[in-house]
């Protein structure tokens, strides 16, 4: 689709598409109407560039009560007009997903997993592209396990890697195995590092986050349900896992790089650990102080957000 849009345009189109999110589905022009389904949103039902034109950043966790909270934080800290308590449920018309938008910043919440997010995925990128977005930064803010990291360490990923540690995420398409790289944006990574310098007690590391199908097995936990594996070889996968530069665990990243790595969106993941596996596999911290953990992220992506549009820190 760009390029046939890119050769028939002159130069300023061609700037103006190069910074715009792109879709990689030529089908989509085709269509009468996309509804974004799991949004309860529409092409025709609503106007997408009058909504959300100006969303500069979108801040995506697992959560929706996390993500109403960050939308409130965000809004109080760009000093926005009015109250954080009125912000609207955007996506109110469903119950997959909560969307709340605070000025130029969108957070959206994904549910759990990477099919979950990968759905709300597609419909975001397809709502950034016909509301015509451009230069959009997206980060998953959310929680993980830490590999050797002490609990609270803040985990800004490098790369996403799956279960043998490969930078790739694998989608089977039409009983094909497709596979993409998992890379993030450098630029990003360092200025998230360089922020979380500039914070009070938000220790913070760049490292490898590997991405897993599931909390317990998936994961080499010794408290699921199931279990086939002795305490030993769970400590010397963790230890193979550190080895590959890994320094935590979580369920969505592979395929959030994946697929704004496709579509041309610079991202990142940040990701607060909750405990050390080496050292155990249920969280036994206690809840005051889990949720200022689970705010750590959110403080940080909020002090890069204000530093990107100039509002002081």
Known sequence: MAPILLNCMGSDHKEYIEHTVHVKNPYLETMEEDILYHFSLGTKTHNLPEMFGDVKFVCVGGSTNRMKAFAQ???????????????????????????????????????????SISIMLHELIKLLHHAKCRDVVLFRLGTSGGVGLAPGTVVVTEKAVDYSFRPQFEQVVLGKVITRSTELDEGVCQELLQCSSELRNLPAVIGNTMCT????????????????????????YLQKAYEAGVRNIEMESTVFAAMCRVCGIKAAVVCVTLLDRFKGDQITTPHDVLLEYQQRPQVLVAHFIKKRLGIPV
């Open 73 to 115: 934080f965000i809004h109080g800290e760009m000093n926005l007009p009015g109250s954080s308590e009125d912000l609207r449920d955007i996506c109110e018309g469903t119950d997959r997903y909560c969307m709340y938008k605070a000025g130029t910043v969108l957070s959206i919440s994904h549910g759990m997993g990477v099919p």
């Open 213 to 236: 199908h599931d909390f317990y097995e998936g994961q080499g936990r010794l408290d699921g349900a199931l279990c086939t594996f002795s305490h030993e070889e769970k400590l010397e």
